[in-house]
């Protein structure tokens, strides 16, 4: 589940993947 939704993070754009980092608790 993990590897799939960081795949999904990458095709999204970098603020909102920093945004969901953040969210993850910065990973």
Known sequence: ???AFLTASHKLPI?????TREGMGGE
Do not use: D, F, G, I
């Open 15 to 19: 603020k909102v993947r920093l945004v």
């Open 1 to 3: 589940a993990e590897r």
